[in-house]
């Protein structure tokens, strides 16, 4: 049986192997095996995972010229980009669209940039409206947008607003999915309004090393973490403008018109939404019009990496919100982090290295729920559906009680085991 053997992220092979199946009897021998391949696994250091983003676990799993991904110690499985256009079904995450797969279209390799479709539904895009304008918290209502890491810089070059939902039911929803589409851990559900005319300048979502003292942000280092992708949601569509634009990336289709055709395109849409002329917004409106840009579209998102595999900051992932020409864009983001993200405690870079494993959670006594460490994941009992989740070794699941005098206590703890899943799944059940 031949596989190939890609470097973490990429689409092209770096070798292949030959497993000759009376040599090659365990996981630690295929490891070895992908070390004398891929230079960062010399020694059997790395992780090996299939297209999908599931670790092997099992030879047996493998079938010929199947495409293997190594993963080097303390690093992060990315999507493989491989051609434009391509689009591949995500198993293992559920659409809120009844038999209609999430699918990941490749809308660029460098930076890496995917159209994730059918991610939420018309419903789940109002509920995000709908409760965002509901919130009144100091902190989390909708506000003029900021910028940097204290979220206390208002910019001229970010006109949008933007609020905070961490706990309703949708945004935890949202946010199970992208755990279940990255496997990593996220900020809260950041939802944007963009009235006509309003953008934000091309940017960087990964943050500067020395934003602050207290947290090292260099994610290629060891313990350093930063910002690893982003999960931009539509929630609504855009007549016109408000597009998502990448300067460094390639436009979709080749561009046949000339600069000045460009620039007087980019003018007229300036003149539409009412732009300054010779502003920041005007000038960048000739970007979105010449470079890839992904127009809004309700219930369709944009995944795309901040970090290279190896941890470095992606320079290419420069992005900006276009001005918004005609019409109101609503938005919201999760920044996913490649460990314990700013203003949170620590934890063991093996333990967060660990491979997937799916999750199956039920109870047989009523009024519970189930958390992921503190945050609410369902509720679960005798006529509730089983809750499934993507997780790691070493995460920690609560059950808590979920109604009474004595609700949020904690009633059972489990603790991930890679060791006693079969065949990548454990099951879990609160027995009371």
Known sequence: MTVLIHDNGESTPAGSLYLEPKTTTSIEELKSAVGLVIDACHGGTCRVFDRYGYEIKALGALHDEQLLFAVPPNRHFVWPA?????????????????????????????????????FLSAEDADE?????????AAGFALKRSTTGTQGAVVSSHRTSENAFDTTSPVAMKLKRRVFDLLGMRWDGLQVLRYN???????????????SNADHNFDSASPGGT??????LLYLTDVEEGGETVFPLGEPLEKETRTTQEIQAEARARGRAADLTPGSW??????????RLAVKPQKGRAVLFYSQNPDGTPDERSLHGACPVVKGVKWAANLWVWNGPRFGHS??????????KIQAVFSSAVEGVALYWETTRWGKMGPGEAELKAMTYQGHKWNVRRDEGEEQGAVLASWTIEAEKAEDGVIQYRYEG
Not at 108 to 118: A, G, I, K, Q, T
Not at 226 to 231: E, I, L, S, Y
Request: overall charge negative; glycine content about 6%; hydrophobic content about 40%.
């Open 346 to 355: 620590a934890t063991s870079p093996a333990k967060e290295a660990e491979g």
């Open 82 to 118: 491989f051609e434009i256009g391509h689009r591949v079904a995500v198993p293992g995450v559920t659409s809120s669209l009844p038999g209609h797969p999430i699918f990941l279209e490749t809308l660029s390799d460098s930076p890496r940039v995917f159209l994730v479709e059918n």
């Open 226 to 231: 930063n910002r690893f992708a982003t999960v």
């Open 128 to 136: 995000v409206i709908e409760t965002t304008l509901g919130i009144t």
């Open 281 to 290: 917004e005007e000038e960048m409106t000739e970007t979105c019009i010449s």
């Open 196 to 210: 006509a005319s309003k953008a934000y300048i091309p940017h960087m979502d990964y943050l500067e090393f020395d």
